[in-house]
């Protein structure tokens, strides 16, 4: 058989092929890319229904920018009647100033979000010394479970008067309340749950990731028990964390000492009042725009 001298590609066949798989390429390339393609071509290639490896770029930038934006929680910790007046069950001294000077806090740290921690306890929790036959008021006891606890007088009992937030502290109906200590064998100082992580866990921690916060300033009542407790949790969370001094108030000076230590072991920052912590959150309020809340 006589071989044909023709070529399998002629000219015109070669330059088509190359002509398609060069539009073949292009085309898989600015997929990729389509703010670049609507640039060039004017096609809303967002409108397009996108490859899902288009389409997972596209998400994993956005998502980047989520989770890059710095956002600021304000956790007041037990701003509580209880705790808060001189007749109170169960008053940590000064107080009564802690509502205005959180108030003022509040005003000039702007938070994206407001958290209210509030002990509510049932009438017969284990912290208090009344239902632990034998135990002094304030002395260290051994509960059941083999945690040390300081027993306390009855404070802070659900629907109490005493469990409410302090009159003194304003409110705009915005903020998230997280209760806590409200199983009976246990206590939980700290917002994010017992000092044991298990027992009881609180939704703080899930609140603060969905709102997508990454500071905290915690202040309230008391520095060297539920402030600290909580700020420590915080950081060890995660979070940049810092505690407003002028803003709480203290049971004992020998624990606010050694409370103070912990915290800052824990790599909490302990500031002096909300001056310092505007300082403090330099980073954070540089990533907002002027007029920014
Ligand atoms: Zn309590």
Redesign the pocket.
Known sequence: MRRSKTPIFGTDQLILLVFLNTVKYLSSKFKTCPFFWRYLTGIDFKKIELSPHCFNNVAKKESNKMTSAKKLALIIV?VQEDFGRPLGA?YVPGGEHVPAKVNLLRQALKPDVVFLTQ?W?PLN?S?FYTNNPGAAVFSKMVLADGSEQVA?PP??VQGSAGATFMSDLLLTGDEIVVQ??LRADT???SGFGSADGLKEQTSLDAQLKAAGVTHVVCCGLAFDY?VSYTARDSALRGYKTCVVESCTGFIAEESRASERALMESAGVAVVEGQAQALIWLTDLLKSRPPNGS
Do not use: E
Request: proline share 0%; net charge negative; hydrophobic share 15%.
């Open positions: 037990d169960l002990d306890h929790h912290s306390w404070h802070c806590k200590g206590d939980s100082y539920c």
